[in-house]
């Protein structure tokens, strides 16, 4: 069983910078892609940026340039480094690890951590 718990996140004006981050927890294949999803009151959720087992990296347009992935292998952390915040970035932000077992994809959740930007 896999655990994933975020932290941080919190209300910031526009312009401003947060981060979150997010521990995993339990049998944790060591190749794996960890990524950080968000979704607004009344949208989907959507892919923010993910990062694989070897450092490599993938951003939603909409945050390129303004947001960091980074990810800890050894403590199996991922977090997301956030500046330039808008408002339109307000969204509940969640943790996600993703890995193979026989070919199938296995995912993982973690409660999801507030993130308000003021305008």
């Known amino acids: 069983q896999v655990r994933l718990v975020e932290s941080g996140g919190g209300l910031v004006q526009a312009g401003g910078s947060l981060s979150v981050s997010c521990v995993a927890s339990g049998s944790i294949v060591s190749v794996n892609v960890m990524g950080w999803y968000r979704q607004a009151p009344g949208k989907q959720r959507e892919l923010v940026a993910t990062?694989?087992?070897?450092?490599?990296?993938n951003y939603a347009d909409s945050v390129k340039g303004r947001f960091t992935i980074s990810r800890d292998n050894a403590k199996n952390t991922v977090s997301l480094q956030m500046n330039s915040l808008k408002p339109e970035d307000t969204a509940v932000y969640y943790c996600?690890?993703?890995?193979?077992?026989?070919?199938?994809?296995?995912?993982?959740w973690g409660q999801g951590t507030q993130v308000t930007v003021s305008s």
């Open positions: 996600n690890l993703e890995w193979r077992v026989v070919g199938s994809r296995i995912n993982a």
């Open positions: 990062i694989t087992s070897r450092g490599s990296t």
